[in-house]
């Protein structure tokens, strides 16, 4: 079992940034890839990006390539999304997810195995 928490989330202005992290509770996590993904008010959780277990590798939804990026750091466990030129409609609950057989990038919410709670971001406009 892989605990993921997520941090970093919050209210910011169109236009500005925030970092969101996800730290896994096992050293396994390195040997996963990790994918973020997000709900928007009612609407489904929707595929953001996704990285490889090396971090070689990476997948992003259209409405978020060029704005976002994923990055991990194996060494801390950690996972990252950099999200720049917040727009309104990023205004989302943000979460990670890990699969548990392995390696490369995935988009589907039904290839992960855990989940993180979510950490809400709020974009302003």
């Known amino acids: 079992q892989v605990q993921l928490v997520e941090s970093g989330g919050g209210l910011v202005q169109a236009g500005g940034s925030l970092r969101l992290s996800c730290a896994a509770s096992?050293?396994?996590?390195?040997?996963?890839?990790v994918g973020w993904f997000r709900q928007p008010p009612g609407k489904e959780r929707e595929f953001v990006a996704a990285?490889?277990?090396?971090?070689?590798?990476?997948g992003y939804a259209d409405s978020v390539k060029g704005r976002f990026t994923i990055s991990r750091d194996n060494a801390k466990n950690t996972v990252y999304l950099q999200m720049n030129s917040l727009k309104p409609e990023d205004t989302a609950v943000y979460y990670c997810?890990?699969?548990?057989?392995?390696?490369?990038?995935?988009?589907?919410?039904?290839?992960?195995?855990?989940w993180g709670q979510g950490t809400q971001v709020t974009v302003s406009s």
């Open positions: 990285i490889s277990w090396t971090g070689g590798s990476t």
């Open positions: 096992r050293r396994t996590f390195s040997s996963y890839a």
């Open positions: 997810a890990s699969t548990s057989t392995c390696c490369s990038v995935r988009k589907k919410l039904d290839e992960y195995n855990y």
